[in-house]
RNA sequence: GGCCCCUUAGUCUAGUGGUUAGGACGCAUGGUUCUCAGCCAUGAAUCAGGGGUUCGACUCCCCUAGGGGCUACCA
């Protein structure tokens, strides 16, 4: 019987969950569904000033909005706990210790001072900067006596020298670290607390973690990682460094590149399922011509072989294009209670849940994202619009056409669709006009724009004593 | 600087020695329509460059260029 799958993704609370950090934990999530596996949440919190708890928050919050619960992690517990770091320091400083013991590390007694004079110093001799191995000769009395002195204490890995590293990548394949590319790395600092390469491996091989999928900034990484692993006896994992998502400048993924934190897309009102169908297919396709998948359907076809190779660009537009289809596919039926509350108050007050769910129906047609819902729910925003420049050009001296439409609706009977349709062409008829120059100024004198739904909608949900009362006062204000 | 990874239209991608290089977003044109959107149809646009290997390279190898990452007591 093969082995469970078990696989995690480890962010580090030190920032909002960003759209590389989503598309990690999504294909982290989709391999696991799809392999039957268990999906770990590891908090990577030993970066004491940088992390936060609000941050952490915050972050199983985006997670959750984006539907990719974890079996095992903050919150929910699990037998490999605890699965924050900040809680797990006993356990590596035992493992440091006996890394020690075994002579696979030893303590550090440089200062920060002494460590950035000796970088400069390599620099400047065009030798790569790495630790010179001081501390690492250092006798018991020696160490005793840079105790006594009280002196920072770090823990440091004596890395194997002259041994190249080789790694199989399960998407870049065999992968060969050259001799002499590393120096002697901390494992735990002088605030007691492990780096990031020890605690990783330590927990990757606690947590019984089979597929280490991360980001391919992890890659160099790997190597100081495999030393650890096997200084300490673990088995390693399998390692899988998926492409980086970039900004349309092609460098990292960051801010300035137009909102790639999860929680703008929720406060900006985009479904969470296009979200995620969106960031699936930034590196990795199913292989056939589909493009929008539930997440039932990227489970089944989610495959660590399908992952591409190269870095693609976060593409606003396309997420727009997709976020856009999953509301028009959606409706009313699917969205409108997650879309009301984006309303403007004027609007939600004024009509009855009918109405309002009448207008979704007419706005999801063309909403990239529910914050859009105040500018195209201007043409049912009761009351008369203002006409301004070239708009009051279309109505001016159509005085006579809007009088008869105002009797029009003022006497219709009814209010139906039908009803609606009835009344502009008899306008039309008895005043001889028709298409653009019977439409436009009717719909000018209730939105005050050349654009907007369908007018017949418009007139439906705006009602009788709204409507005569917009076509009264363009009247006035068009002359005859 | 050193090392590692990457390279199909503007963007996301399909493609694993022989294809008119397929799809999607975006763009353009036309149709439907009171307008916008939608929908339908059509179109422009791609194998980074150079060497090999081969009867034949987008596909395999090498070099160059470009991009990215790592080189922390950040992850």
Same mark, same amino acid.
């Given at each position: 019987?093969?082995?469970?799958?078990?696989?995690?993704?480890?962010?580090?609370?030190?920032?909002?969950?960003?759209?590389?950090?989503?598309?990690?934990?999504? =294909?982290?999530?989709?391999?696991? @569904?799809?392999?039957?596996?268990?999906?770990?949440?590891?908090?990577?919190?030993?970066?004491?000033?940088?992390?936060?708890?609000?941050?952490?928050?915050?972050?199983?919050?985006?997670?959750?909005?984006?539907?990719?619960?974890? $079996?095992?992690?903050?919150?929910?517990?699990?037998?490999?706990?605890?699965?924050?770091?900040?809680?797990?320091?006993?356990?590596?400083?035992?493992?440091?210790?006996?890394?020690?013991?075994?002579?696979?590390?030893?303590?550090?007694?440089?200062?920060?001072?002494? +460590?950035?004079?000796?970088?400069?110093?390599?620099?400047?001799?065009? +030798?790569?900067?790495?630790?010179?191995?001081?501390? @690492?000769?250092?006798?018991?009395?020696?160490? &005793?006596?840079?105790?006594?002195?009280?002196?920072?204490?770090?823990?440091?890995?004596?890395?194997?020298?002259?041994?190249?590293?080789?790694?199989?990548?399960?998407?870049?394949?065999?992968?060969?670290?050259?001799?002499?590319?590393?120096?002697? =790395?901390?494992?735990?600092?002088?605030?007691?607390?492990?780096?990031?390469?020890?605690?990783?491996?330590?927990?990757? *091989?606690?947590?019984?973690?089979?597929?280490?999928?991360?980001?391919? &900034?992890? +890659?160099?990484?790997?190597?100081?990682?495999?030393?650890?692993?096997?200084?300490?006896?673990?088995?390693?994992?399998? =390692?899988? !460094?998926?492409?980086?998502?970039?900004?349309?400048?092609?460098?990292?993924?960051?801010?300035?590149?137009?909102?790639?934190?999860?929680?703008?897309?929720?406060?900006?009102?985009?479904?969470?399922?296009?979200?995620?169908?969106?960031?699936?297919?930034?590196?990795?396709?199913?292989?056939?011509?589909?493009?929008?998948?539930?997440?039932?359907?990227?489970?089944?076809? =989610?495959?660590?072989?399908?992952?591409?190779?190269?870095?693609?660009?976060? $593409?606003?537009?396309?997420?727009?294009?997709?976020?856009?289809?999953?509301?028009?596919?959606?409706?009313?039926?699917?969205?409108?209670?997650?879309?009301?509350?984006?309303?403007?108050?004027?609007?939600? &007050?004024?009509?009855?849940?009918?109405?309002?769910?009448?207008?979704?129906?007419?706005?999801?047609?063309?909403?990239?994202?529910?914050?859009?819902?105040?500018?195209?729910? *201007?043409?049912?925003?009761?009351?008369?619009?203002?006409?301004?420049?070239?708009?009051?050009?279309?109505?001016?001296?159509?005085?006579?056409?809007?009088?008869?439409?105002?009797?029009?609706?003022?006497?219709?009977?009814?209010?139906?669709?039908?009803? +609606?349709?009835?009344?502009?062409?008899?306008?039309?008829?008895?005043?001889?006009?028709?298409?653009?120059?019977?439409?436009?100024?009717?719909?000018?004198?209730?939105?005050?724009?050349? !654009?907007?739904?369908?007018?017949?909608?418009?007139?439906?949900?705006?009602?009788?004593?709204?409507?005569?009362?917009?076509?009264?006062?363009?009247?006035?204000?068009?002359?005859?």
């Amino acid at each position: 019987m093969a082995e469970q799958v078990r696989v995690r993704f480890a962010p580090s609370p030190t920032g909002y969950l960003h759209m590389g950090g989503a598309r990690t934990a999504l =294909f982290n999530w989709l391999f696991a @569904r799809h392999e039957g596996g268990r999906f770990i949440l590891r908090i990577e919190d030993t970066d004491v000033q940088r992390s936060s708890a609000e941050l952490e928050e915050q972050l199983l919050e985006d997670l959750h909005w984006l539907g990719l619960e974890w $079996d095992e992690g903050p919150r929910r517990g699990g037998p490999r706990g605890p699965y924050r770091q900040s809680e797990r320091a006993a356990v590596y400083r035992e493992l440091a210790e006996r890394l020690i013991s075994q002579g696979d590390a030893y303590p550090c007694f440089c200062t920060d001072e002494e +460590l950035e004079r000796k970088k400069s110093e390599m620099i400047a001799a065009g +030798l790569p900067p790495q630790y010179d191995g001081t501390c @690492r000769s250092l006798t018991g009395d020696e160490r &005793e006596r840079c105790r006594r002195d009280g002196l920072p204490e770090s823990i440091r890995f004596a890395f194997p020298e002259a041994v190249s590293m080789e790694l199989e990548d399960t998407i870049r394949g065999h992968v060969v670290f050259p001799p002499g590319m590393v120096g002697d =790395f901390i494992i735990i600092r002088s605030n007691g607390l492990p780096t990031y390469n020890f605690a990783a491996a330590v927990d990757d *091989a606690l947590m019984g973690i089979t597929h280490v999928i991360r980001g391919e &900034e992890h +890659l160099s990484n790997t190597l100081r990682q495999i030393v650890v692993y096997e200084a300490l006896g673990f088995q390693r994992p399998r =390692f899988v !460094h998926i492409p980086l998502i970039l900004g349309s400048d092609r460098s990292k993924l960051s801010k300035r590149h137009g909102a790639p934190n999860i929680a703008d897309f929720t406060r900006n009102g985009y479904p969470a399922e296009a979200i995620v169908n969106y960031l699936a297919f930034l590196g990795w396709s199913p292989g056939d011509e589909r493009e929008i998948l539930s997440r039932e359907e990227l489970i089944a076809a =989610f495959t660590l072989e399908r992952v591409s190779s190269s870095p693609s660009i976060f $593409d606003l537009t396309k997420l727009n294009w997709m976020s856009s289809h999953y509301i028009r596919t959606g409706g009313v039926g699917r969205y409108f209670e997650e879309a009301l509350s984006f309303f403007p108050g004027e609007v939600r &007050e004024r009509y009855g849940r009918g109405e309002l769910e009448k207008m979704f129906a007419i706005l999801s047609e063309n909403l990239p994202s529910f914050s859009a819902i105040p500018a195209e729910v *201007a043409p049912f925003m009761p009351g008369p619009p203002p006409f301004e420049g070239e708009v009051f050009g279309m109505i001016e001296g159509r005085g006579g056409l809007l009088a008869a439409f105002a009797d029009g609706f003022a006497r219709q009977e009814g209010w139906g669709r039908d009803e +609606l349709r009835k009344t502009i062409k008899s306008v039309g008829k008895k005043l001889a006009v028709k298409g653009k120059d019977l439409y436009m100024p009717l719909r000018i004198a209730l939105t005050g724009s050349v !654009h907007g739904p369908d007018l017949v909608s418009i007139l439906e949900i705006r009602g009788r004593e709204d409507v005569v009362n917009c076509i009264e006062r363009a009247r006035e204000r068009a002359g005859s």
